[in-house]
Nanobody
């Protein structure tokens, strides 16, 4: 599975962006998918994830109520709608996928075997 993330950019605080992650190589409809982010000098952190059917999504507390994850399995695409952006949201954002879902580990980068290349989001104050 190859993942290609896009949609990053520079936005003012309070603004919005939508990230996309297109999968190729095989259908990811049976994969759990997620978004992570990494700021310079910091560890990669969980942003949110979504189950195979798209019926349930889960978020880090820092983005809950502002970010929304969705997926279109027919298009093999994962989305991250980011609203009310803050300067602390500035980071490289990565999409990830894995065939296995663990309720104990879904927030750990090590739980995902496939990664996109990252797209930069910069929020100015």
């Amino acid at each position: 599975v190859q993942l290609q993330a896009s949609g990053g950019g520079v936005v003012q605080a309070g603004g919005s962006l939508r990230l996309s992650c297109v999968a190729s190589g095989r259908t990811v409809s049976t994969y759990v998918m997620g978004w992570f982010r990494q700021a310079p000098g910091k560890e990669r952190e969980f942003v949110g994830g979504i189950v195979r059917t798209g019926g349930s999504a889960f978020y880090a507390d820092s983005v809950k109520g502002r970010f929304t994850i969705s997926r279109d399995n027919a298009k093999n695409t994962l989305y991250l709608q980011m609203n009310s952006l803050k300067p602390e949201d500035t980071a490289a954002y990565y999409c990830a996928a894995d065939r296995h879902y663990s309720s104990n580990n879904y927030y750990r980068p090590a739980a995902y075997g496939y990664w996109g290349q990252g797209t930069q989001v910069t929020v100015s104050s």
